[in-house]
Protein backbone atom coordinates (compact mmCIF):
# COMPACT_ATOMS: atom_id res chain seq x y z
CA UNK A 1 0.00 0.00 0.00
CA UNK A 2 1.57 3.29 -1.08
CA UNK A 3 2.37 6.09 1.36
CA UNK A 4 -0.26 8.90 1.12
CA UNK A 5 -2.60 9.18 -2.23
CA UNK A 6 -2.44 11.53 -5.21
CA UNK A 7 -5.80 13.55 -6.04
CA UNK A 8 -6.09 16.05 -8.57
CA UNK A 9 -6.42 19.29 -7.09
CA UNK A 10 -8.34 20.46 -10.12
CA UNK A 11 -8.93 20.51 -13.80
CA UNK A 12 -5.49 21.33 -14.82
CA UNK A 13 -4.62 18.28 -12.90
CA UNK A 14 -2.48 20.32 -9.96
CA UNK A 15 -0.96 17.58 -7.84
CA UNK A 16 -0.11 18.13 -4.21
CA UNK A 17 0.40 15.35 -1.81
CA UNK A 18 -2.25 14.99 0.85
CA UNK A 19 -0.99 14.74 4.85
CA UNK A 20 -2.21 11.26 5.08
CA UNK A 21 -2.21 9.37 8.61
CA UNK A 22 -1.91 6.12 7.22
CA UNK A 23 1.84 5.15 7.12
CA UNK A 24 0.44 1.20 7.35
CA UNK A 25 2.32 -0.80 9.96
CA UNK A 26 0.73 -4.10 8.29
CA UNK A 27 3.04 -6.03 10.27
CA UNK A 28 1.17 -5.07 13.20
CA UNK A 29 -1.99 -6.59 12.16
CA UNK A 30 -3.04 -10.17 14.12
CA UNK A 31 -4.67 -12.89 12.76
CA UNK A 32 -8.53 -11.31 13.03
CA UNK A 33 -7.50 -8.74 11.01
CA UNK A 34 -7.64 -6.00 13.85
CA UNK A 35 -4.47 -3.56 13.88
CA UNK A 36 -2.96 -3.58 17.49
CA UNK A 37 -2.25 0.45 17.14
CA UNK A 38 -4.58 1.55 15.40
CA UNK A 39 -3.88 4.62 13.14
CA UNK A 40 -6.96 6.67 14.53
CA UNK A 41 -6.61 6.32 17.93
CA UNK A 42 -5.55 10.06 18.13
CA UNK A 43 -8.38 12.36 18.57
CA UNK A 44 -6.70 14.61 15.77
CA UNK A 45 -5.93 11.50 13.66
CA UNK A 46 -7.71 11.18 10.23
CA UNK A 47 -6.73 9.99 6.54
CA UNK A 48 -8.41 11.04 3.40
CA UNK A 49 -8.98 9.83 0.51
CA UNK A 50 -9.85 10.87 -3.28
CA UNK A 51 -13.49 9.42 -4.34
CA UNK A 52 -15.97 10.21 -6.46
CA UNK A 53 -19.53 11.24 -4.44
CA UNK A 54 -22.23 9.33 -7.11
CA UNK A 55 -25.01 10.19 -4.45
CA UNK A 56 -26.94 9.24 -1.71
CA UNK A 57 -30.05 7.10 -1.90
CA UNK A 58 -32.70 7.61 0.75
CA UNK A 59 -35.38 4.76 2.22
CA UNK A 60 -33.02 1.68 2.45
CA UNK A 61 -34.92 -0.51 4.38
CA UNK A 62 -33.10 -1.37 7.85
CA UNK A 63 -33.07 -5.14 6.93
CA UNK A 64 -31.51 -4.64 3.72
CA UNK A 65 -28.47 -7.13 3.95
CA UNK A 66 -25.15 -5.12 1.71
CA UNK A 67 -22.95 -7.67 2.21
CA UNK A 68 -25.04 -8.96 -0.51
CA UNK A 69 -23.83 -8.04 -3.67
CA UNK A 70 -26.91 -8.34 -5.75
CA UNK A 71 -28.87 -6.35 -3.35
CA UNK A 72 -26.52 -3.72 -3.66
CA UNK A 73 -26.51 -3.10 -7.14
CA UNK A 74 -29.89 -3.25 -7.37
CA UNK A 75 -30.11 -0.91 -4.98
CA UNK A 76 -27.78 1.36 -7.04
CA UNK A 77 -29.70 0.54 -9.83
CA UNK A 78 -32.98 1.85 -8.55
CA UNK A 79 -31.36 5.03 -7.61
CA UNK A 80 -30.33 5.55 -11.18
CA UNK A 81 -33.91 5.17 -11.94
CA UNK A 82 -35.15 7.67 -9.52
CA UNK A 83 -32.28 9.95 -10.37
CA UNK A 84 -30.83 9.86 -7.29
CA UNK A 85 -27.55 9.39 -8.16
CA UNK A 86 -26.28 10.03 -12.17
CA UNK A 87 -25.47 7.19 -14.58
CA UNK A 88 -22.49 8.40 -15.02
CA UNK A 89 -19.96 10.28 -12.78
CA UNK A 90 -17.38 12.66 -13.90
CA UNK A 91 -14.28 14.35 -13.01
CA UNK A 92 -16.67 17.05 -11.39
CA UNK A 93 -17.76 14.79 -8.88
CA UNK A 94 -14.27 13.78 -7.33
CA UNK A 95 -14.33 14.47 -3.47
CA UNK A 96 -12.40 14.08 -0.50
CA UNK A 97 -13.45 11.28 1.49
CA UNK A 98 -12.14 12.24 5.39
CA UNK A 99 -12.20 9.42 7.78
CA UNK A 100 -11.76 9.75 11.52
CA UNK A 101 -12.50 7.85 14.65
CA UNK A 102 -15.74 9.97 15.50
CA UNK A 103 -17.04 10.40 11.53
CA UNK A 104 -16.40 10.52 8.18
CA UNK A 105 -16.80 13.63 6.02
CA UNK A 106 -17.33 14.17 2.48
CA UNK A 107 -16.01 17.51 0.64
CA UNK A 108 -15.17 19.37 -2.61
CA UNK A 109 -12.53 20.95 -2.04
CA UNK A 110 -10.71 23.59 -4.00
CA UNK A 111 -8.13 25.17 -3.54
CA UNK A 112 -9.13 27.52 -0.62
CA UNK A 113 -12.66 26.34 -0.07
CA UNK A 114 -13.94 23.22 1.28
CA UNK A 115 -17.57 22.26 0.62
CA UNK A 116 -19.27 20.04 3.19
CA UNK A 117 -21.19 17.24 1.42
CA UNK A 118 -22.17 14.87 4.49
CA UNK A 119 -21.10 14.03 7.88
CA UNK A 120 -21.82 10.98 8.89
CA UNK A 121 -21.07 10.10 12.98
CA UNK A 122 -19.28 6.66 12.84
CA UNK A 123 -21.77 4.93 15.14
CA UNK A 124 -24.85 5.33 12.43
CA UNK A 125 -22.82 3.47 9.89
CA UNK A 126 -24.46 0.18 9.52
CA UNK A 127 -21.81 -0.79 7.12
CA UNK A 128 -19.73 -0.33 4.36
CA UNK A 129 -18.90 -2.71 1.03
CA UNK A 130 -16.81 -3.12 -1.56
CA UNK A 131 -18.46 -4.20 -5.35
CA UNK A 132 -16.48 -4.46 -8.34
CA UNK A 133 -19.08 -4.08 -10.95
CA UNK A 134 -17.21 -4.83 -13.88
CA UNK A 135 -14.31 -2.84 -13.22
CA UNK A 136 -16.40 -0.04 -11.37
CA UNK A 137 -15.13 -0.09 -7.86
CA UNK A 138 -18.05 0.99 -6.18
CA UNK A 139 -18.15 1.71 -2.62
CA UNK A 140 -21.58 1.51 -0.75
CA UNK A 141 -21.96 3.58 3.07
CA UNK A 142 -25.02 2.58 4.44
CA UNK A 143 -25.47 4.73 7.51
CA UNK A 144 -29.16 6.04 9.36
CA UNK A 145 -31.42 5.66 11.66
CA UNK A 146 -33.56 2.67 13.30
CA UNK A 147 -36.20 2.84 11.07
CA UNK A 148 -35.17 3.92 7.80
CA UNK A 149 -31.37 3.91 5.89
CA UNK A 150 -29.56 5.62 3.19
CA UNK A 151 -26.65 4.68 1.12
CA UNK A 152 -24.10 6.39 0.28
CA UNK A 153 -22.75 5.66 -2.93
CA UNK A 154 -18.82 6.52 -4.12
CA UNK A 155 -16.30 5.42 -6.49
CA UNK A 156 -12.82 4.54 -6.45
CA UNK A 157 -10.24 4.76 -8.91
CA UNK A 158 -8.84 1.12 -7.48
CA UNK A 159 -9.41 -1.64 -5.94
CA UNK A 160 -6.86 -0.72 -3.68
CA UNK A 161 -8.20 2.52 -2.68
CA UNK A 162 -11.81 0.74 -1.97
CA UNK A 163 -10.06 -2.08 0.08
CA UNK A 164 -8.35 0.62 2.08
CA UNK A 165 -11.06 2.82 2.89
CA UNK A 166 -13.45 -0.30 4.36
CA UNK A 167 -10.60 -1.68 6.16
CA UNK A 168 -9.88 1.71 7.40
CA UNK A 169 -13.91 2.17 8.59
CA UNK A 170 -13.34 -1.36 10.56
CA UNK A 171 -11.06 0.53 12.34
CA UNK A 172 -12.90 3.18 13.74
CA UNK A 173 -15.84 0.96 14.35
CA UNK A 174 -12.79 -0.77 16.45
CA UNK A 175 -12.09 2.12 18.29
CA UNK A 176 -15.34 3.04 18.80
CA UNK A 177 -16.44 -0.19 20.19
CA UNK A 178 -13.42 -0.31 22.29
CA UNK A 179 -14.52 3.15 24.01
CA UNK A 180 -17.63 1.62 24.28
CA UNK A 181 -16.28 -1.81 26.03
CA UNK A 182 -14.01 0.33 28.23
CA UNK A 183 -16.90 2.64 28.85
CA UNK A 184 -19.28 -0.32 30.47
CA UNK A 185 -16.72 -1.47 32.67
CA UNK A 186 -16.60 1.78 34.34
CA UNK A 187 -20.23 2.24 34.19
CA UNK A 188 -20.38 -0.96 35.70
CA UNK A 189 -17.88 -0.62 38.73
CA UNK A 190 -19.31 3.33 39.34
CA UNK A 191 -22.73 1.90 39.59
CA UNK A 192 -21.87 -1.27 41.72
CA UNK A 193 -19.65 1.24 43.88
CA UNK A 194 -23.14 2.81 44.94
CA UNK A 195 -25.56 -0.34 44.88
CA UNK A 196 -26.07 -1.69 48.46
CA UNK A 197 -28.98 -3.81 47.34
CA UNK A 198 -27.90 -5.25 44.21
CA UNK A 199 -31.40 -4.63 42.21
CA UNK A 200 -31.51 -6.70 39.22
CA UNK A 201 -30.26 -5.05 36.69
CA UNK A 202 -30.42 -6.12 32.73
CA UNK A 203 -27.17 -6.19 31.79
CA UNK A 204 -26.96 -6.40 28.12
CA UNK A 205 -23.82 -7.14 25.58
CA UNK A 206 -22.15 -3.63 25.45
CA UNK A 207 -23.28 -2.99 29.18
CA UNK A 208 -25.45 -0.32 28.84
CA UNK A 209 -27.78 -1.28 31.87
CA UNK A 210 -30.98 -0.50 32.78
CA UNK A 211 -33.19 -1.53 35.54
CA UNK A 212 -36.70 -2.59 34.76
CA UNK A 213 -37.22 -1.48 39.10
CA UNK A 214 -35.71 1.80 37.79
CA UNK A 215 -33.83 2.16 40.94
CA UNK A 216 -30.92 2.67 38.52
CA UNK A 217 -32.41 4.71 36.20
CA UNK A 218 -35.05 7.22 38.05
CA UNK A 219 -36.10 8.58 34.35
CA UNK A 220 -37.28 5.42 33.20
CA UNK A 221 -38.42 1.60 33.03
CA UNK A 222 -40.17 -0.27 30.48
CA UNK A 223 -42.98 -1.20 32.90
CA UNK A 224 -43.26 2.09 34.98
CA UNK A 225 -43.40 4.04 32.14
CA UNK A 226 -47.07 4.94 30.59
CA UNK A 227 -47.05 4.28 27.14
CA UNK A 228 -50.26 5.07 26.78
CA UNK A 229 -50.14 8.87 28.03
CA UNK A 230 -47.95 11.63 26.67
CA UNK A 231 -47.94 13.44 29.09
CA UNK A 232 -45.75 11.17 31.05
CA UNK A 233 -43.47 10.58 28.38
CA UNK A 234 -42.56 14.48 28.85
CA UNK A 235 -42.08 14.26 32.16
CA UNK A 236 -40.29 10.82 31.97
CA UNK A 237 -37.92 12.63 29.50
CA UNK A 238 -37.04 16.09 31.03
CA UNK A 239 -36.05 13.90 34.29
CA UNK A 240 -33.65 12.14 32.35
CA UNK A 241 -32.26 15.45 30.92
CA UNK A 242 -32.12 16.60 34.08
CA UNK A 243 -30.26 13.32 34.78
CA UNK A 244 -27.81 14.10 32.41
CA UNK A 245 -27.15 17.56 33.63
CA UNK A 246 -26.34 16.10 36.98
CA UNK A 247 -23.45 14.15 34.95
CA UNK A 248 -25.16 10.96 34.66
CA UNK A 249 -24.36 10.50 31.34
CA UNK A 250 -24.75 6.63 31.11
CA UNK A 251 -28.21 6.69 32.61
CA UNK A 252 -29.18 9.45 30.25
CA UNK A 253 -28.00 7.80 27.51
CA UNK A 254 -30.00 4.22 28.65
CA UNK A 255 -32.80 6.49 29.26
CA UNK A 256 -32.24 8.54 25.85
CA UNK A 257 -32.43 4.88 24.20
CA UNK A 258 -35.20 4.07 25.70
CA UNK A 259 -37.17 6.76 25.17
CA UNK A 260 -36.26 6.60 21.29
CA UNK A 261 -37.62 3.50 21.17
CA UNK A 262 -40.47 3.91 22.67
CA UNK A 263 -41.33 6.78 20.39
CA UNK A 264 -40.86 4.67 17.36
CA UNK A 265 -43.30 1.96 19.10
CA UNK A 266 -46.10 5.07 19.57
CA UNK A 267 -45.81 5.88 16.15
CA UNK A 268 -46.35 2.40 15.47
CA UNK A 269 -48.94 0.65 18.07
CA UNK A 270 -51.99 1.37 19.30
CA UNK A 271 -52.77 1.93 22.63
CA UNK A 272 -53.41 -1.16 23.54
CA UNK A 273 -50.84 -2.77 21.61
CA UNK A 274 -48.22 -0.68 23.46
CA UNK A 275 -49.85 -2.04 26.72
CA UNK A 276 -49.51 -5.80 25.45
CA UNK A 277 -46.21 -4.57 24.94
CA UNK A 278 -45.12 -3.54 28.46
CA UNK A 279 -46.58 -6.57 30.01
CA UNK A 280 -44.80 -8.97 27.45
CA UNK A 281 -41.22 -7.66 28.13
CA UNK A 282 -41.60 -7.48 31.71
CA UNK A 283 -42.24 -11.24 31.43
CA UNK A 284 -39.36 -11.61 29.54
CA UNK A 285 -37.22 -9.73 31.87
CA UNK A 286 -38.89 -11.53 34.96
CA UNK A 287 -38.65 -14.79 33.44
CA UNK A 288 -37.52 -17.67 35.44
CA UNK A 289 -39.00 -21.06 33.33
CA UNK A 290 -38.65 -24.16 34.50
CA UNK A 291 -39.89 -25.27 31.07
CA UNK A 292 -37.46 -23.36 28.46
CA UNK A 293 -40.20 -23.62 25.89
CA UNK A 294 -42.49 -21.12 27.95
CA UNK A 295 -40.08 -18.59 27.34
CA UNK A 296 -40.32 -18.98 23.70
CA UNK A 297 -44.36 -18.88 24.11
CA UNK A 298 -43.41 -15.02 25.13
CA UNK A 299 -41.24 -14.64 22.86
CA UNK A 300 -44.03 -16.16 20.23
CA UNK A 301 -46.27 -13.58 21.02
CA UNK A 302 -44.35 -10.58 21.22
CA UNK A 303 -43.46 -11.52 17.54
CA UNK A 304 -46.96 -11.92 17.07
CA UNK A 305 -47.85 -8.47 18.67
CA UNK A 306 -45.29 -6.65 16.11
CA UNK A 307 -46.45 -8.89 13.28
CA UNK A 308 -44.85 -9.08 9.38
CA UNK A 309 -44.78 -5.82 8.76
CA UNK A 310 -43.23 -4.62 12.12
CA UNK A 311 -40.71 -7.30 12.78
CA UNK A 312 -37.86 -4.97 11.89
CA UNK A 313 -38.14 -3.09 15.33
CA UNK A 314 -37.83 -6.48 17.32
CA UNK A 315 -33.77 -5.54 17.06
CA UNK A 316 -34.83 -2.40 18.68
CA UNK A 317 -35.82 -4.74 21.86
CA UNK A 318 -32.30 -5.93 22.03
CA UNK A 319 -30.83 -3.34 24.37
CA UNK A 320 -33.58 -4.03 26.87
CA UNK A 321 -33.58 -7.71 27.21
CA UNK A 322 -32.25 -9.01 30.33
CA UNK A 323 -28.61 -10.68 29.79
CA UNK A 324 -30.03 -14.36 30.82
CA UNK A 325 -32.49 -14.45 27.91
CA UNK A 326 -30.29 -12.52 25.51
CA UNK A 327 -29.09 -15.29 23.59
CA UNK A 328 -32.85 -17.54 23.73
CA UNK A 329 -34.02 -13.85 22.03
CA UNK A 330 -31.02 -13.79 19.52
CA UNK A 331 -31.60 -17.35 18.00
CA UNK A 332 -35.74 -16.93 18.23
CA UNK A 333 -35.20 -13.88 16.19
CA UNK A 334 -32.80 -15.91 13.62
CA UNK A 335 -35.66 -18.14 13.10
CA UNK A 336 -38.30 -15.39 12.25
CA UNK A 337 -35.35 -14.07 9.87
CA UNK A 338 -34.19 -11.54 11.38
CA UNK A 339 -30.60 -11.82 12.05
CA UNK A 340 -28.39 -9.54 14.22
CA UNK A 341 -24.78 -9.80 14.41
CA UNK A 342 -22.76 -8.67 17.21
CA UNK A 343 -20.33 -6.91 15.52
CA UNK A 344 -20.25 -3.60 15.91
CA UNK A 345 -21.52 -0.70 18.63
CA UNK A 346 -24.55 -0.51 16.23
CA UNK A 347 -25.36 -3.87 16.88
CA UNK A 348 -26.31 -3.32 21.04
CA UNK A 349 -26.38 0.44 22.13
CA UNK A 350 -27.97 1.53 18.64
CA UNK A 351 -30.49 -0.73 16.95
CA UNK A 352 -30.36 -2.68 14.03
CA UNK A 353 -27.28 -4.68 14.33
CA UNK A 354 -24.82 -4.77 10.79
CA UNK A 355 -21.24 -5.65 10.63
CA UNK A 356 -18.89 -3.50 8.45
CA UNK A 357 -18.05 -6.31 5.02
CA UNK A 358 -15.96 -5.82 2.11
CA UNK A 359 -17.74 -7.74 -0.83
CA UNK A 360 -15.27 -7.10 -3.33
CA UNK A 361 -15.44 -9.64 -6.85
CA UNK B 1 9.95 -3.99 33.75
CA UNK B 2 11.37 -3.08 36.87
CA UNK B 3 9.89 -4.79 40.16
CA UNK B 4 8.61 -2.46 42.87
CA UNK B 5 8.41 -3.35 46.58
CA UNK B 6 4.10 -3.86 46.10
CA UNK B 7 4.54 -5.87 43.02
CA UNK B 8 7.06 -8.57 44.94
CA UNK B 9 4.10 -8.41 47.80
CA UNK B 10 1.14 -9.16 45.60
CA UNK B 11 3.27 -11.80 43.87
CA UNK B 12 4.10 -13.18 47.09
CA UNK B 13 0.46 -13.59 48.10
CA UNK B 14 -0.45 -14.78 45.06
CA UNK B 15 2.14 -17.54 45.30
CA UNK B 16 0.81 -18.26 48.85
CA UNK B 17 -2.88 -18.51 47.46
CA UNK B 18 -2.09 -20.22 44.18
CA UNK B 19 1.50 -21.86 44.00
CA UNK B 20 2.05 -22.67 47.68
CA UNK B 21 -1.31 -23.57 49.12
CA UNK B 22 -2.60 -26.33 46.55
CA UNK B 23 0.55 -27.98 47.17
CA UNK B 24 0.15 -27.98 50.87
CA UNK B 25 -3.64 -29.16 49.71
CA UNK B 26 -2.10 -31.96 48.43
CA UNK B 27 0.41 -32.60 51.01
CA UNK B 28 -2.13 -32.91 53.56
CA UNK B 29 -3.64 -35.90 52.32
CA UNK B 30 -0.59 -37.57 53.06
CA UNK B 31 0.62 -36.32 55.98
CA UNK B 32 -1.77 -33.33 57.34
CA UNK B 33 0.92 -32.47 60.47
CA UNK B 34 3.51 -31.66 58.18
CA UNK B 35 1.44 -29.55 55.91
CA UNK B 36 -0.26 -27.59 58.24
CA UNK B 37 2.83 -27.00 59.78
CA UNK B 38 4.61 -25.52 56.93
CA UNK B 39 1.30 -23.70 55.91
CA UNK B 40 1.53 -22.05 59.31
CA UNK B 41 5.55 -21.17 58.77
CA UNK B 42 5.39 -20.27 54.86
CA UNK B 43 1.87 -17.23 56.48
CA UNK B 44 4.20 -16.34 59.71
CA UNK B 45 7.59 -15.80 57.51
CA UNK B 46 5.64 -14.01 54.73
CA UNK B 47 3.76 -11.32 57.55
CA UNK B 48 6.98 -10.97 59.00
CA UNK B 49 8.64 -10.48 56.04
CA UNK B 50 6.87 -9.85 52.92
CA UNK B 51 7.60 -10.88 49.60
CA UNK B 52 9.77 -13.84 51.45
CA UNK B 53 7.60 -16.39 49.40
CA UNK B 54 8.05 -14.66 46.49
CA UNK B 55 12.00 -14.85 46.67
CA UNK B 56 11.43 -18.80 48.07
CA UNK B 57 9.78 -19.35 44.83
CA UNK B 58 12.36 -17.36 42.55
CA UNK B 59 14.88 -19.63 44.34
CA UNK B 60 13.41 -22.63 43.49
CA UNK B 61 13.12 -21.64 39.82
CA UNK B 62 16.28 -20.60 39.54
CA UNK B 63 17.71 -23.67 41.04
CA UNK B 64 16.13 -25.58 38.24
CA UNK B 65 17.70 -23.24 35.52
CA UNK B 66 13.85 -22.35 34.29
CA UNK B 67 13.58 -18.85 36.48
CA UNK B 68 13.76 -16.76 32.69
CA UNK B 69 11.56 -19.32 30.55
CA UNK B 70 8.46 -17.43 31.07
CA UNK B 71 6.60 -14.51 32.81
CA UNK B 72 6.02 -14.81 36.31
CA UNK B 73 3.34 -11.81 36.37
CA UNK B 74 1.18 -14.17 33.58
CA UNK B 75 1.74 -17.21 35.00
CA UNK B 76 0.42 -16.14 38.18
CA UNK B 77 -2.71 -14.85 36.65
CA UNK B 78 -3.20 -17.58 34.97
CA UNK B 79 -3.28 -19.83 37.90
CA UNK B 80 -5.10 -17.23 39.53
CA UNK B 81 -8.19 -18.37 37.87
CA UNK B 82 -7.15 -22.44 37.58
CA UNK B 83 -6.05 -22.91 41.61
CA UNK B 84 -8.25 -23.05 44.25
CA UNK B 85 -7.99 -24.22 47.35
CA UNK B 86 -9.96 -24.83 50.59
CA UNK B 87 -8.65 -22.14 52.26
CA UNK B 88 -10.32 -19.97 49.90
CA UNK B 89 -13.52 -21.31 49.86
CA UNK B 90 -16.43 -20.64 52.13
CA UNK B 91 -17.53 -23.22 53.93
CA UNK B 92 -21.52 -21.86 54.92
CA UNK B 93 -23.54 -23.71 52.94
CA UNK B 94 -26.36 -21.07 52.22
CA UNK B 95 -27.52 -20.65 48.82
CA UNK B 96 -26.01 -16.63 49.53
CA UNK B 97 -22.23 -17.79 50.69
CA UNK B 98 -22.35 -20.58 47.97
CA UNK B 99 -23.45 -17.86 45.84
CA UNK B 100 -20.26 -15.74 46.57
CA UNK B 101 -18.37 -18.42 46.36
CA UNK B 102 -19.64 -19.53 42.55
CA UNK B 103 -19.19 -15.59 41.45
CA UNK B 104 -15.12 -14.99 42.90
CA UNK B 105 -14.49 -18.42 41.02
CA UNK B 106 -15.92 -16.71 38.25
CA UNK B 107 -14.22 -13.72 38.26
CA UNK B 108 -11.00 -15.35 38.76
CA UNK B 109 -11.42 -17.67 35.95
CA UNK B 110 -11.95 -15.05 33.28
CA UNK B 111 -9.64 -12.89 34.42
CA UNK B 112 -6.75 -15.32 34.25
CA UNK B 113 -7.98 -15.42 30.53
CA UNK B 114 -6.67 -12.35 29.97
CA UNK B 115 -2.91 -13.12 28.94
CA UNK B 116 -4.07 -15.65 26.38
CA UNK B 117 -6.85 -13.03 25.04
CA UNK B 118 -5.12 -9.64 25.33
CA UNK B 119 -3.61 -10.01 21.61
CA UNK B 120 -6.63 -10.95 19.93
CA UNK B 121 -8.44 -7.40 19.97
CA UNK B 122 -12.22 -8.73 19.71
CA UNK B 123 -11.81 -11.44 22.06
CA UNK B 124 -10.38 -9.16 24.13
CA UNK B 125 -12.92 -6.98 23.78
CA UNK B 126 -15.51 -9.98 24.92
CA UNK B 127 -13.52 -11.00 27.64
CA UNK B 128 -13.72 -7.46 29.18
CA UNK B 129 -17.48 -7.46 28.54
CA UNK B 130 -17.45 -10.70 30.56
CA UNK B 131 -15.32 -8.99 33.32
CA UNK B 132 -18.14 -6.32 33.88
CA UNK B 133 -20.56 -8.85 34.08
CA UNK B 134 -18.66 -10.68 36.71
CA UNK B 135 -17.42 -7.67 38.85
CA UNK B 136 -21.35 -6.40 39.05
CA UNK B 137 -22.24 -9.85 40.07
CA UNK B 138 -19.65 -10.59 42.41
CA UNK B 139 -20.50 -7.14 44.30
CA UNK B 140 -24.01 -7.90 44.46
CA UNK B 141 -23.25 -11.57 46.35
CA UNK B 142 -21.01 -9.28 48.43
CA UNK B 143 -24.24 -6.76 49.95
CA UNK B 144 -26.61 -10.20 50.19
CA UNK B 145 -23.85 -11.32 52.44
CA UNK B 146 -23.12 -8.00 54.40
CA UNK B 147 -27.56 -7.61 53.94
CA UNK B 148 -27.22 -11.27 55.95
CA UNK B 149 -24.67 -10.48 58.73
CA UNK B 150 -27.06 -9.40 61.80
CA UNK B 151 -27.27 -5.97 62.81
CA UNK B 152 -26.11 -5.87 65.68
CA UNK B 153 -23.16 -6.80 64.47
CA UNK B 154 -21.96 -3.56 63.15
CA UNK B 155 -18.12 -4.07 63.05
CA UNK B 156 -18.50 -7.02 60.79
CA UNK B 157 -20.70 -5.00 58.53
CA UNK B 158 -18.10 -2.63 58.43
CA UNK B 159 -15.10 -4.84 58.00
CA UNK B 160 -16.88 -6.12 54.59
CA UNK B 161 -18.45 -2.85 53.44
CA UNK B 162 -14.20 -1.79 53.77
CA UNK B 163 -13.25 -4.47 51.80
CA UNK B 164 -15.49 -4.04 49.24
CA UNK B 165 -14.42 -0.27 48.65
CA UNK B 166 -11.12 -1.59 48.26
CA UNK B 167 -11.94 -4.15 45.53
CA UNK B 168 -14.06 -1.27 44.06
CA UNK B 169 -11.20 0.42 44.08
CA UNK B 170 -8.62 -1.80 42.20
CA UNK B 171 -11.16 -2.48 39.53
CA UNK B 172 -11.06 0.95 38.87
CA UNK B 173 -7.48 1.09 38.69
CA UNK B 174 -7.73 -2.01 36.28
CA UNK B 175 -10.40 -0.27 34.35
CA UNK B 176 -8.14 2.94 33.64
CA UNK B 177 -5.02 0.19 33.04
CA UNK B 178 -7.51 -1.18 30.03
CA UNK B 179 -7.58 2.41 28.77
CA UNK B 180 -3.57 3.30 29.06
CA UNK B 181 -3.77 -0.52 27.40
CA UNK B 182 -5.37 0.46 24.19
CA UNK B 183 -3.42 3.50 24.01
CA UNK B 184 -0.44 1.96 24.07
CA UNK B 185 -0.28 -1.82 23.36
CA UNK B 186 3.16 -2.21 24.83
CA UNK B 187 1.15 -1.73 28.68
CA UNK B 188 0.17 -5.40 28.54
CA UNK B 189 1.73 -6.17 31.63
CA UNK B 190 0.36 -3.48 33.77
CA UNK B 191 -3.03 -5.12 32.39
CA UNK B 192 -1.56 -8.05 34.15
CA UNK B 193 -0.57 -6.49 37.27
CA UNK B 194 -3.61 -5.22 37.62
CA UNK B 195 -5.48 -7.82 37.05
CA UNK B 196 -3.68 -9.66 39.53
CA UNK B 197 -4.21 -7.15 42.23
CA UNK B 198 -8.14 -8.39 41.26
CA UNK B 199 -7.79 -11.57 41.67
CA UNK B 200 -5.86 -10.95 45.18
CA UNK B 201 -8.65 -8.77 46.48
CA UNK B 202 -11.32 -11.27 45.07
CA UNK B 203 -9.60 -13.91 47.62
CA UNK B 204 -9.45 -11.24 50.45
CA UNK B 205 -13.11 -10.62 49.84
CA UNK B 206 -13.34 -14.48 50.61
CA UNK B 207 -10.97 -14.67 53.30
CA UNK B 208 -13.06 -11.36 55.36
CA UNK B 209 -16.16 -13.32 54.61
CA UNK B 210 -14.75 -16.71 56.07
CA UNK B 211 -13.51 -14.34 59.57
CA UNK B 212 -16.39 -12.82 59.94
CA UNK B 213 -19.26 -14.70 59.36
CA UNK B 214 -18.06 -18.43 59.44
Known sequence: MENGEWFNMDSMDGMRRQQSNYEVVNESRNSSGYSLQSEFHRESDHSEYQVQFAGIIEDIQVHVDITNRTEVLRMIDRGKMEQMIPLKVSGERNTILSLSRYNIKLMYRDHSAETLIIRVPIHEIAAVCYVNDDGVHILAVKYGNPERCSLLVLYCDTPGRAERICSDVAQCFQLVYTDAVVQLLEDTIGRVENSSTGSPTINNENGRKYSLEGQDNPGFSASQLSLTDPRNASKTRSRSVANSDSGQSAQSYQAELLRSYLEQLRNKFSVDELAKFSTLLKQINEFSPKNPMDLQAVFKEVFQLYGNERKHLLAGLCPFIYEKHYDKFLEFLKKQGISLDNGTLSSRHSFPACTLVQSAT | ?214
Open chain 2, 1 to 214: MTMGDSNKNLYAKMIVDVVLGPVLEKLEKKDVSAAQTLRAAFTKVDNTLPGFAYDYVKGILKKAEIHDKFDLCETLLQLGGSQDCEELRISRQEPTFQELNKCATALKKILSRIPEQIYDRKQFLETIKEIASAIKRLLDAVNRVIAEVPAADNGSKQILEDRKKEFVRYSKKFSNMLKEFFRDTNQNQSVFISANYLIYQTNLILRTVKQECC
